[in-house]
């Protein structure tokens, strides 16, 4: 049986019509300058940009009659990816860092975790704390709770941190879970 492959489409960028694309009867003109017309024929509209050696650009198309502005379209272009390029620049990506911890976890590898947590949170990353139960420990779930809950009260220990509690701790099945966030 053959397998069908699909190609995912690109993102649209916004798409402004602009000139001869505009299908709309009338549109609320702003001349060059930014100062408001008001509603114009758009064979009239087209006549002025055309004046000016500037194009008409339908700004929002959503009213009634859509807003056209006369502008260079290049430029109008290069601003708005310019403004998005600046926009994702600016984005603080945040990570979530997982630790997993065990009911019968030794002193050594405890503090090892809580070095490295301690860590990810003064990096500002979200830190997620998972316990799974196997077996027999999932008869004793208050074990559990009380070794996240000690992990959890040595980290609010250390000055640096600030910790806050995005999601409380939640259990499914064998596995508690709690999501925590180093705020300044």
Same mark, same amino acid.
């Given at each position: ?18 000139n $001869?694309?505009i299908h709309? &009867?009338r549109?609320?003109?702003? *001349?060059?300058? /930014?100062?408001?017309? #008001?509603?114009i024929?758009?064979a009239?509209?087209l006549? $002025?940009? !055309?004046e000016? *050696?500037? *194009?008409?650009?339908?700004v929002? &198309? ?9 502008? *260079?379209? #290049?430029?109008? @272009?290069?601003?708005?990816e %310019? %403004?998005a390029?600046? !926009?994702?620049i !600016? !984005?603080?990506?945040?990570?979530t860092? =997982?630790?997993r911890?065990?009911?019968?976890i030794s ?5 090892? $975790?809580l070095?490295q947590?301690? %860590?990810f949170?003064? @990096?500002?990353n ?6 799974? +139960?196997?077996g $027999? ?6 074990k559990?709770a009380?070794?996240?809950?000690g992990?959890v009260?040595? +980290?609010?220990?250390?000055? =640096?941190l %600030? ?9 499914? /099945? /064998?596995r ?5 966030? =180093?705020?300044?």
């Open positions: 049986m053959r397998i069908k492959f699909h190609r995912l489409e690109a993102k649209e960028k916004k798409f402004f019509k602009s $001869r694309d709309s &009867p549109v609320f003109l702003i *001349d060059e300058n /930014g100062e408001n017309v #008001g509603p024929d758009t009239e509209a006549v $002025r940009a !055309q000016l *050696d500037l *194009d008409l650009v339908e929002n &198309p959503k009213v009634e009659p859509p807003v056209a502005k006369i502008m *260079d379209l #290049g430029q109008f @272009r290069y601003e708005m %310019k %403004k390029h600046k !926009q994702k !600016q !984005q603080k990506k945040v990570e860092k =997982n630790i911890l065990s009911v019968r002193d050594h590898d405890f503090n090892f $975790r070095n947590a301690e %860590k949170l003064i @990096r500002e979200k830190l997620k704390l998972e316990l799974n +139960l196997k $027999r420990e999932k008869q004793f779930p208050e559990a009380e070794t996240i809950n992990f009260a040595k +980290l609010k220990e250390n000055p =640096n %600030k910790l806050e509690t995005e999601q409380p701790l939640t259990k499914q /099945g /064998g508690f879970t709690i999501l925590l966030t =180093n705020k300044k």
